[in-house]
């Protein structure tokens, strides 16, 4: 039987065939995820999602004060045209993972072609919990999952950059279902006690997404290997 297609969206500070900055790199999305997702065909997209700081002149050339701010207006919906030209031939249904400002790009991504996916897998996103809790809501039939850190400062910080609205706009990727809860979402806080201690008792897992040698541990959902069985039963929809 031929394994599910899985699309996997890298997020921000990636350039395809770049040695330091490319999805492809050692320890990097691409290199991880498709050990972790066995049971999937991976299919990749590979966008360009702004170089940190060796951007900035492309950024105010499009009227983007930051490079993140690129990334998000600008480069992350010319993506979902590239995923959706790329997905253009293939049936139904089809799984995605997204990392950080991966998140925005398989967000937006549904609301081009919601029939055409099942599972929804999102890591340490970069979206605002207005915009992603309104698409989530928009396409009941999709199953989302939530995978955050509340201690991710990246993703806290970042919830002040990319807009060009003043003030601070929480992300998703520090946990979203503050608000009512909503049927097709499965969230999971990494380093939240409750949830690490229920996992470890009727699992055996012991899941954590805040690396205590690094502050800005904003991968270590997926490079903590501890992690991966939680993600991989949330991919198979088995939670």
Known sequence: M???PLLMIHGYNHRPGHPKHGPFRPSG????WPRIFTDHEPLFLE???ALQGRDMWRAMRHG???TYQFAYSRLAPAAVKQANDMLS???GPIDIVA???GTRVALLLL???PHAFGRVLLMNGAETISVADSIVRQYPRIKFKNVAVRTDDVVAGLGAWFEPRIGRHPCIGNGMTTRLPVENLKEVILDDPVQKDYYHRNHGWRING???DSRGDHSYSFLNENNWPLLRALMADTL
């Open 47 to 49: 966008w360009d999602s």
């Open 89 to 91: 031939a293939i049936d």
């Open 64 to 66: 983007c004060w930051n």
């Open 29 to 32: 999305n691409f290199d991880i």
């Open 2 to 4: 031929p394994k599910r």
């Open 99 to 101: 990392h950080s400002l």
């Open 111 to 113: 609301t081009w072609r």
């Open 210 to 212: 805040d690396n205590p």
